[in-house]
Structure formats: structure tokens, C-alpha cells
């Protein structure tokens, strides 16, 4: 089925909304892990394998190119292609054995996403496959068009395609339609909560709408009204956050609140609602870190997920930022270095480092990239931090 690939158009970026009110610049949430695993670091000259603290870290696959090539780690295997090569995609073990080409065709293919053993690729000029990297067996797999996403649930691969949203097996069989556009519209997935997708639903108008669907297929059920513009932000258990900011005049927005809802549409609240704009930040266990932006003194404070009093966790300047959350731990940038902020307000300095980008827990540390530089630091503050890579990044955690 041919199609035209919509392009997303400038508004549904949040004009009143500064702070992490889209989709994509919600800082991530992760567990506080027991062990002390081991992380893969992608540089110019391959990956290297080792621990945060520096220890053991070693050069398990020279490769060139991997900084700027597509990667995935499941299951002890890394998935990667060679962009100097035709954009092969070649597979190897996580211990730098079993390296091997898994496509090596002259044609151009480009990867999607991976599930051991199974991998989405682009093959050029013929359309999106699915390959098993254990049997070498491929099938034809998706509508033709161009995915925008590509998630896994449940032995199914999760499309976003063009305005359409549906499900095949592995091999492209059985296909579930959640939803199929109405032109003008577009409709992006936002998250897999238990067993439901919810997806957005972007009007070329001044409005938008979150729903849900059975990942087995089932009733499609709105989450919000459709009144304002809402930008999925988090989701704990069966809760879902999400930003809804009411549109004042034309396409501009006004400030946003922040609403907890069941993925079934039940039991609704709005977890803040003060006049200023306010942000989903994560969530720690059981409770959403929210942003309020009161012009150079905005305040950070915690609220149950189900709905609750707030609480007050520091004030916050322009210039300081929540990039990830640790369990009950926020990983806060300031200009003095990348600091810990628990739940009871408790500011701990961990490093020095202001990181830009590449935010991630490996073990009992967080690691940050600064410019091309790989950082990590202990989360107790214990220190010392310990600089991994001089140009890399992190794309895995063992």
C-alpha cells in the first residue's frame, strides 16, 4: 500500500510550553540496579567494555563509524550497522566474539530496531523486512511506508506509519489497525503502558487528543477531552501524565498543567494546576517530578502519581535542569557539576562535570557525556568521577 509521508508541521511544538512539555524531552526514569553492571561505550575506533568506576574497561570490537551508525544491545548481542559500508548490518556478542555481517548486499539497508533474534531494516528499493539473525530467514513485514516508530510488545512489532498505527507478528503476519487517519491528521505513539498502546492524535488544527488501545486490539478509549493540547509525558503502573495546555489564541498555548489518568481513561486528576506553565520532569516510584516555571525561580516538587498534596523539592534557576531519574533519586545539572536531589530535598554533589547530553544509571553510578567526553560518577556522591572516554557514548548497560 503506497502512501505520502505527512510531515509534522512546526505548531505541535508547545509555543507557551518551555520545559520538557514534548514527547521526546521528558528526562528518563530507571530503577536503582543492586549490581554494579557492566556498560558499552561507543567510540571512533569501536566499543569498549567496562565499569563506571573505570575498571576492566577494554576494547571488545574495533569497528569505524559506530558513534554515528544505528545500535541496539538484547540479549548478549550488539546490533550495529557500518555506515562506511553500504550500511551493512552486522551483529556481534556482547564479549566482542561472533562478530559477522547479518546483511551484506549491495543494496543500502538501514535498521529500525532489534529484538533478539529478531531485526527491522529498511531494505532500499524494496520495502521494510524483518530478519532473524539466528536463522537468516526474512520476511516482508509493514504497509510500504516510512515508519516513524518502531516498538516491540509481546512478540508484536508496534509501527507508527504515516498517520496509521498497527501491529504485525515477527513474521508480518496477523496485522492489528489501531487507528488509520482522517486527513488532515497525524497519530504518533507515545508509550506502551501494561498492555494498552496510548498514542497521540495530532490535528492540523488547534487541538490534539491522547487515547489508548489494546495492544491486542480492543476499544480505542479517549484519555483527555480534546480541548487543549496535551504532550504525553510519563507513565508509572497503569497511570499516565501527560501535559494539557489550553490553546489562548490562534495556535499559541497557554500555560500547562499536568494530569494523571489510568490507561483505561479512569479515575482522572490533575496533579498540578497553578497559573504558571508546569512540566512533567519523570517520575520516581511513586511520585511525578514536575517542573513550575516561575521566571529564573522555578520550583521542582513531587506528586503522588494517584493524585495527592505537593511537595516542595528546591528551587531552581534557568540554568539548572533534572536530565534523569534514578529511582528515588533526581540527577540535577548545575553550573557547579551534576548533583542528586532525593525526595526529602536533600541536595548531594556528585561530580564536577556539566554534562550536555547522554544521561544514564549503569549500576550505582550515572554517567553524563560533556561535549564528545564520557563521564560517570558513583550516585552516593563518593565519588571519584571517572572519565570513561575522551569521544564516545554510552549505548548499553550489561
Known amino acids: 500500500m503506497t502512501r505520502t509521508i505527512t510531515a509534522l508541521i512546526g505548531f505541535v511544538l508547545l509555543a507557551g510550553c518551555s520545559g520538557g512539555g514534548g514527547d521526546s524531552s521528558t528526562p528518563t526514569s530507571a530503577p536503582v540496579p543492586l549490581a554494579q553492571p557492566d556498560m558499552l561505550t561507543a567510540t571512533p575506533q569501536g566499543i569498549l567494555r567496562g565499569k563506571a568506576n573505570g575498571q576492566g574497561q577494554q576494547e571488545i570490537l574495533q569497528a569505524p563509524n559506530l558513534l554515528g551508525s544505528n545500535l541496539f544491545v538484547d540479549q548478549g548481542n550488539i546490533v550495529y550497522s557500518r555506515t562506511s559500508n553500504a550500511g551493512d548490518i552486522w551483529t556481534v556478542r556482547t564479549d566482542g566474539t561472533g562478530d559477522h555481517a547479518l546483511l551484506n548486499s549491495p543494496n543500502l539497508e538501514f535498521f529500525y530496531?532489534?529484538?533478539w533474534p529478531w531485526v527491522i531494516f529498511e531494505d532500499d528499493g524494496v520495502g521494510t523486512k524483518s530478519l532473524n539473525a539466528e536463522t537468516q530467514a526474512q520476511f516482508p513485514i509493514g504497509w510500504g511506508g516510512i515508519p516513524f516508530r518502531v516498538r516491540?510488545?509481546?512478540?508484536?512489532?508496534?509501527?507508527?506509519?504515516?498517520?496509521?498505527?498497527?501491529?504485525?507478528?515477527?513474521?508480518g503476519t496477523d496485522r492489528i489497525v489501531y487507528v488509520a487517519p482522517d486527513q488532515p491528521e497525524q497519530n504518533i505513539t507515545s508509550a506502551i503502558v501494561e498492555d494498552r498502546l496510548v498514542y497521540r492524535r495530532l490535528l492540523f488544527s488547534p487541538s490534539s487528543n491522547l487515547f489508548s488501545v489494546p495492544i491486542l486490539g480492543g476499544t480505542t478509549l479517549p484519555l483527555d477531552s480534546?480541548?487543549?493540547?496535551?504532550s504525553f509525558g510519563e507513565s508509572l503502573g497503569a497511570r499516565v501524565v501527560y501535559a494539557r495546555c489550553p490553546f489562548v489564541s490562534g495556535l499559541r498555548t497557554g500555560p500547562c498543567d499536568v494530569v494523571s489518568v489510568n490507561s483505561d481513561g479512569s479515575a482522572p486528576v490533575v496533579l498540578a494546576s497553578?497559573?504558571?506553565n508546569e512540566a512533567v520532569q519523570g517520575v520516581t516510584t511513586n511520585q511525578v517530578i514536575i517542573r513550575r516555571n516561575l521566571a529564573g525561580n522555578d520550583q521542582l516538587v513531587a506528586v503522588p502519581v494517584a493524585g495527592g498534596p505537593e511537595k516542595l523539592l528546591m528551587s531552581m534557576t534557568d540554568n539548572e535542569f533534572v536530565d534523569l531519574i534514578v529511582g528515588d533519586l533526581i540527577i540535577v545539572r548545575r553550573p557547579s557539576g551534576t548533583w542528586s536531589l532525593d525526595l526529602n530535598g536533600t541536595l548531594t554533589k556528585l561530580g564536577t562535570v556539566v554534562g550536555d547530553s547522554g544521561f544514564i544509571a549503569v549500576g550505582n553510578s550515572v554517567c553524563v557525556t560533556k561535549v564528545t567526553a564520557v563521564w560517570c560518577m558513583p550516585l552516593d556522591g563518593s565519588g571519584?568521577?571517572?572519565k570513561i572516554?575522551?569521544?564516545?557514548?554510552?549505548?548499553?548497560v550489561l
Open 389 to 396: 572516554a575522551n569521544n564516545g557514548k554510552v549505548v548499553g
Open 113 to 115: 530496531n532489534a529484538s
Open 152 to 171: 516491540f510488545k509481546d512478540a508484536r512489532v508496534i509501527f507508527s506509519d504515516d498517520g496509521y498505527i498497527y501491529s504485525e507478528t515477527f513474521t
Open 384 to 386: 571519584p568521577q571517572v
Open 226 to 230: 480534546g480541548q487543549s493540547y496535551v
Open 274 to 276: 497553578d497559573p504558571a
